[in-house]
Nanobody, 124 residues
Framework: VQLVESGGGLVQAGGSLRLSCATSGVNFTEHAVGWFRQAPGKEREGVSCMSGYTKIKYYADSVKGRFSISSDNAKNTVYLQMNNLKPDDTGVYYC??????????????????WGQGTLVTVSS
């Protein structure tokens, strides 16, 4: 199983970025996929997760209405469209697949497999 993120970078507040996560060995009908982030000095948190099969989606309250998760099952790729970015969105964004569940709980502590992370920096 492998996950590779791309699309991070530096953006001004109010701007947009789209993150991509190319996966291999992940079965979108069996494994929930999603995005987590870790800000400096803080714990890793779930941002948005989904079932690639049922399209059930979860969003953290802090990103509702601004972020949108989607998947292209034919390409085995998960996306995170981030709009109206804020400085508090700064952090390393990780793509993950939960090999133990199809339901997107977006919680850490299951059978997650992680990508290497991509840095998002939002300047004020």
């Amino acid at each position: 199983v492998q996950l590779v993120e791309s699309g991070g970078g530096l953006v001004q507040a109010g701007g947009s970025l789209r993150l991509s996560c190319a996966t291999s060995g992940v079965n979108f009908t069996e494994h929930a996929v999603g995005w987590f982030r870790q800000a400096p000095g803080k714990e890793r948190e779930g941002v948005s997760c989904m079932s690639g099969y049922t399209k059930i989606k979860y969003y953290a309250d802090s990103v509702k209405g601004r972020f949108s998760i989607s998947s292209d099952n034919a390409k085995n790729t998960v996306y995170l469209q981030m709009n109206n970015l804020k400085p508090d969105d700064t952090g390393v964004y990780y793509c993950a697949a939960d090999l133990g569940s199809w339901y997107p709980t977006c919680q850490i502590g299951g059978l997650e497999v992680w990508g290497q992370g991509t840095l998002v920096t939002v300047s004020s």
